[in-house]
Structure formats: structure tokens, C-alpha cells
């Protein structure tokens, strides 16, 4: 089942040029050999958001964060990102699913 989790953390002051220049190189990580589907970066002026879309999207960034590589990527964002937490995805509305409202009503993931 595929599934979302992402990753939000604030923008220290000054840098949002810099994480700019970073997020233009694309992930520091191949999407299918990670297993993931997509990978989408939101960012505002104070906050960025990290989404990460695949099957089992939690326990890939887990052991993804368990890699040298990229762990010290993550030791170099340190520098312009601050505060970042993990959001696991808890509801999902399908435009596609069909029926009444009920079989469309917020659905809770397992993050698997």
C-alpha cells in the first residue's frame, strides 16, 4: 500500500536562498532504488515541508537515515533547517474512490 510521510521543519533566518540552491540538484537519493514513487518539497517562507510517497514511506526514510550517505546530508542541512519533525499521514480522501460519503470518509494508514 502506498502511503505518505513527511517531514517539516523551519527555515533558519537567511537561509532560504541557500536551501533554494540545494533542493535545485534534486534528492540526494535515487527515488526507486529507495523504493520510493515520488518525492515533493514545499517551501514557504519560514517552513519547508519534505513528502515522501511509496510503498511502506515511513520504514524506507528510516532505514535511508540509517546510511552514512545520506546521513551526512541530513549533518549538512543542519545548518540552514532547524526544529524538523516527522508527520505521518493519517487521513486520505480519493477523488476516484467512488460510492457514497462514507466509503470516503477519512481513512487512518498504518504507515505501512
Known sequence: MTSQT?????IRPGMKPALEK???????FDLAAEGFERHEVFVGDRDVVFVFTGPGAVSQLA???ATPALFRHVLAMTGL?????????TYGWDRHAG????QRAPARANGS
Open 99 to 102: 460510492g457514497d460519503a462514507a
Open 63 to 65: 532505514r535511508m537515515a
Open 6 to 10: 513527511a517531514i517539516v521543519a523551519e
Open 22 to 28: 540545494r533542493l535545485q540538484d534534486g534528492p540526494p
Open 81 to 89: 533547517l532547524a526544529a524538523p519533525r516527522l508527520l505521518q499521514q
